[in-house]
Each structure stands twice: as structure tokens, then as C-alpha cells.
């Protein structure tokens, strides 16, 4: 059943529109600046204020919520597929002996990775990108292997775009293209803590309302600490964090090997 109905959710259209609907809340934001109004006293109503809003009202507070909320999942996309392409270069293996890559040779795979530098893919993307025309069906589950080339090359169009964001707080000025991929990794593991952790979070709120409206719902749910969907996201979360743990060991491996050849 999974295999006709599993689609993806977080894929090339719902990152376009989430990367949209950021735009639209950063435009908002930059034009009560310019008003002189103070912001943290904003209310922004119905659509005239923000396209898409509806009929609804949104607070300076949930703006700037909205915002990060956008850039964590856009940002978890894109390092998701750098994680599945530095994991692929780690298990890699020669044709001729059947051993694992070496690790100078995987130094060298990761920098090709985060080589940035394919125009015409980017210009695709690029054009695809402000594309406002709504959810749209994804690939059919059986045609989804046959788009993983497009895939990587979309989430590496937005993973150049944003990582002068996912990287604030980091200085790259002299770092080497495999320690910048070590710094987007060890970015994806607090990314995924932290979606496992809300994830975790909702569940028991649903569970603490559920109690207090619904007779009976205790004996008949299952405890976020029990529920399958909340363990698969915590376990999903504890292998990124051990992959990427065995990744900067072979990383490690590479910068020795490098140092001792020089």
C-alpha cells in the first residue's frame, strides 16, 4: 500500500511554495520597516497585508515564527540530499578490489560534491522556483527513481542559495570544501533533533487534549513515547546523527592521509 500512496511530502513543488510563502512574509515585514511602524506591535490582516493569508490575521511574533519554521524545512531538504550524496561517495566501493574507497579519494569526492558550479541546472532551478502555482501531484511511486538525478540537482540549487543562512554562525573564509560539508551536516543533525523533538511534542499535546475532551481516549491511543510514527522520526533522527558521525571519521582518516603525503 505504502508503495502506490507513500509519496514524499517534502519535495521540489512543496519547498518552492514554502520558499515562496517565506518570501511573501520577509516582503511584509520589510515594508512595515519602511512605513516606520513599530513591529512588534504589527497585525498583519486577511491577504491585502500578505498574499495567501486568507482571512485570517497573523502577529509580528508568528511572522517571524513563520519565517524560521519555512527555513528549517527548506534547509532540512537540501542537507538531506547532500547527506544521501556524501553517504553514497562514503560507500562507494572499487570495482577492481571490492574494498571501500580510500580515504584521500573520499576527501576528494566530497569536494566535488559541494561543487557548486552547474549553470544550466541552476538556471532551471531558478526559474522553477518562483513558480506560484500551488500543491501539485508528485511523481508516481513507481517513475520516483527515474527523477533522482533532478532531485539532487534541485536540492542543490537550494542548497547554494541558502547556505550563506545555514551557515551564519560559521567562518568559511579559509575553510576547505570537506570541512564546510562536515559544518551543513553537523547542521542537519540539529535539524533533525529538533523536527523529532516537535514531532514528539505534538503527539503529547494531542494526547494531554485528547484526555481532557474525548471520554475514553486514553484507553483507546496510543502514548507519543509508544507511537510509531513518533519512534520512526526519533530513529530516523539517531541515524543521521551516526552517519554523520562515521562520515567525519572517514573525513578524518582523508585529512591524514593527505597530511602524510605532503
Known sequence: HDFYTGWTILRENTIQMCYNGREELIKAGNHVQSSGQASGQTIFKTDRSIPGLGQNYLTESGRKKGIQAYSNTIHLYALRGLLLKTEAALEMRHKSFGNTIAPREFCHRLESIISLHQKENEQLSAASIGDDGGALWPALPWNELDERHHLWNFQRFMLKKEMPDILKDVETNNLSPSEIVLHLLDRLVVLEKDFAKRVFKSKERDDA?????????????????????????????????????DIKSALSGGKRALESRL
Do not use: C, F, M, Q
Request: glycine share 6%.
Open 209 to 245: 487534549r485528547g484526555k481532557t475532551t474525548i471520554p475514553g481516549y486514553a484507553a483507546s491511543h496510543v502514548r507519543a513515547e509508544n507511537d510509531a510514527v513518533v519512534k520512526t522520526v526519533l530513529e530516523e533522527s539517531r541515524r543521521v546523527e551516526k552517519s554523520v558521525a
